[in-house]
């Protein structure tokens, strides 16, 4: 029985050890966002949620501009939700045309690897991810421009 028993705990070991090495090749914690398209679908379903956190915006307006926006200046976002919501709050922020004080935020990865880079965006909650690391970029200076 003791030899058995043995055996079994050799071929548990071996399967984590099969599943670590796995986990090396390819992590199943790998975080993706949908699509711009699937997100832009997300957004347009939630234009009523939208409408009730900003009363005074035309959300539907606001939106087709900042999709001509992307659009006329050729930007790629991981999180469009994210950036559409800054985008409203800078609308909301914004006093006739007088546009508010633009800053850069550059966010960076803690682990701080060789292939680690920084990313600078004119909005502050924007989620950035480490290619290299997987991890969130957290906001490290703010320059004003
Ligand atoms: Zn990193």
New binding site residues.
Partial sequence: MANKKTTLNDILERIVKIEIRLEEIAPIAKRKLPSKKEQIAQIEAEIKIWSQKFPTIDIEFELAKMLDWLKATNKRKKDYRAFFRNWLRKSTNTVGNEPVTPQSYTYS?????A??KDEVSDFKDMSFF????N?I?TIIKVTRN
Avoid: P, V
């Fill in positions: 990865c803690a682990s701080n690897k292939g680690c480490c290619k290299e690391c991890n970029k």
